[in-house]
């Protein structure tokens, strides 16, 4: 079975190198010209939740809100309240939640109380447990877009670990926020998944725990903790956004893949090109770099295929740097056992890899200390792609994983020709760096932020042995993570 499933993503991949996006529908592949369109990028939590905050408050008319994680902790109940008092003053708006059953938390009874508040809240795939294979099939993609005139993807879930405000763990991430008429093209693809069959209605019929519905009703309730946070959003998450500009985006491409895959789907030999619409981009963007290429993402499972496209970079004369977490770092040990299992054959190919040490890095000094004690991990999905001729940036919810790849319906924005932007974004990634694992060339050991020599891992010696023991049944589930 392990044989059939890697023959057939080879089958898959190798026919998705074929296709080209011009015969991408509309609006899921959409190139804007003429500089219509302004970006700014965010990679600070506080400020990405300030960010959010600002743009609800500025909705006239409608809100379009998609996450793969809905927590209901303090940025939930801050970014509901928010949505809840744009209801009241008019603006139409609508909530679509993935309903994976590992990271699934904003349930029917909260639900419902927003629909009681004038929110509508509907649910992407809630396939019951037997359809093992497809429940695979989420969506991942991270949307607010308003009054089809602004908007905000990245890697941010609502979550307090996304907008640096846990004292356990928070993710190093990153956000682009577009003005312009790309918005409305954002909103329309939002449009596809909310009103597609797999999607559902919370359902209300049989309320019976009480508890819980007590729970929901205080969700919507002042806390101490909420008062706290939105000090802190109107005090560093301003600051710092006050530092920050919008750039003129000569060429914004917006990409994502179609709503509504499953197993069977998954099966057959046009699923690329029915529903893997972002694979295809990234394609084109990467395959004609002849410079330079970044790339930071979470999560790094090679494939044969990745390093036949590492090879091509190469052989071009291109530089690769890789920024992804260590063991130390990353909230899925599973998946980096499947990294190290690759990590001296990219030093052997010439490619620079830093890994993300756990700790907090020195971004935003107004922090407080709870957060700069607590371990960090990046969760960035980030790539730069420099030519002899222009530069172009992509900043979405994409993971260079399997999921990404094949199961999780993925968004991202690509700004092309502003080389102000590009010098940004590589600035701050080459910051996460400086404070980064580097890894030497034997792909064995690294250079820590001390600039001291230590083993590749990063972690404690029980972290190591239990990625260890997982690393034979990690490899084996390559294909699903």
């Known amino acids: 079975m392990k044989f059939a499933l890697l023959l057939l993503s080879i089958v898959l991949v190798q026919s998705a190198f074929a296709l080209e996006t011009d015969n991408i529908p509309y609006p899921f592949h959409v190139v804007q010209n003429g500089g219509k369109n302004k970006v700014m990028f965010i990679d600070d939590g506080i400020a990405g939740l300030a960010m959010r905050i600002n743009m609800i408050r500025r909705a006239k008319k409608s809100i379009v809100v998609e996450y793969f994680i809905y927590n209901k902790d303090t940025s939930g109940r801050i970014i509901s309240r928010e949505l809840v008092a744009a209801a009241k003053r008019g603006v139409n708006v609508r909530i ?33 447990l037997w359809r093992v294979s497809t429940l695979q099939f989420r969506t991942h993609r991270k949307l607010i877009a308003v009054d089809d005139v602004e908007a905000i993807t990245g890697g941010r ?24 008429p790309i918005a409305r093209v954002m909103r329309e693809s939002f449009d596809k998944f909310y009103d597609h069959k797999i999607t559902e209605r919370p359902d209300f019929a ?51 893949d179609a709503p509504g895959a499953d197993l069977f789907a998954r099966m057959k030999s046009d699923y690329l090109e029915k529903f893997r619409y972002l694979r295809r981009t990234l394609h084109e963007k990467i395959s004609v770099v002849n410079k330079h290429i970044t790339l930071s993402s979470p999560y790094m499972i090679d494939s044969q295929q990745t390093e036949d496209m590492m090879n091509a970079l190469l052989r071009n004369g291109s530089k690769i ?28 190919h010439g490619v620079n890899v830093y890994l993300n040490d756990g700790h907090w890095m020195p971004k935003n000094p107004q ?37 990404s790849n094949y199961y999780n319906a993925e968004m991202a924005l690509f700004c092309k020709g502003n080389d102000d932007l590009t010098r940004e974004v590589k600035a701050s990634i080459a910051q996460n760096m400086k404070y ?22 990063g972690a404690n010696e029980y972290e190591v042995k239990k990625m260890k023991l997982i690393t034979l049944p990690s490899w084996l589930l390559k294909e699903l993570l």
């Not at 969700?219 to 101490?224: C, D, M, S």
Request: hydrophobic content about 35%.
């Open 321 to 348: 740097d890789i920024y992804t977490n260590s063991l130390a770092s990353t909230d899925a040990t599973y998946v980096a056992a499947n990294m190290y299992m690759g990590l001296a054959a990219w030093r052997e």
């Open 157 to 180: 879930n609502i979550g307090n670990d996304y907008f640096d405000m846990s004292d356990e763990f928070n993710f190093d991430d990153s956000d682009l926020h577009v003005i312009g």
């Open 96 to 128: 679509l939640i993935d309903k994976s059953k590992p990271v699934y938390k904003f349930d029917e009874y909260h639900a419902k109380e927003l629909e009681a508040r004038g929110v509508h809240v509907r649910y992407y795939n809630a396939s019951p």
């Open 206 to 256: 049989s309320f019976t725990e009480s508890d819980k519905v007590a729970e929901a009703k205080s969700f919507f309730k002042i806390t101490k903790d909420e008062k706290l946070a939105r000090a802190r959003v109107e005090g560093a998450g301003e600051s710092y956004l006050r530092l920050k500009e919008h750039h003129v985006c000569p060429t914004l491409t917006f990409a994502t």
């Open 436 to 457: 980064a694992l580097k890894v030497t060339q034997d792909g064995k050991s690294v250079i820590n932020r001390n600039r001291q020599k230590q083993d590749v891992f």
């Open 367 to 403: 922090s407080p200390s709870y957060v700069q004690s607590a371990k960090t991990g990046t969760h960035s999905k980030v790539q730069v792609y420099e030519t002899q001729n222009y530069s172009e940036v992509m900043v979405g919810t994409y993971n260079i994983d399997h999921r």
